[in-house]
């Protein structure tokens, strides 16, 4: 918005708030959204492997530091 403004175009400034408004009012539902699939993942998939992974190694399974495993 403000770099439309300063090309000096109101109207596509005025635009780009309104799409600003448009994501603000639809992050909560992004949010649940993205809790609802994770949810779905982990019954649906995740909890195999963390089951797979306790059976198998028990608790000598040597943990990973999370930086690593995001990458």
Known sequence: MHNWHA???PKKAA????WFYANL???PLQIWLGFLFLLVWYFSFGRKQSKYVKEKFGKSYPK???GKVIR
């Open 7 to 9: 090309l000096g175009e």
């Open 15 to 18: 635009t780009s708030k309104k």
């Open 25 to 27: 009012g639809l992050l």
């Open 64 to 66: 990973k530091p999370w």
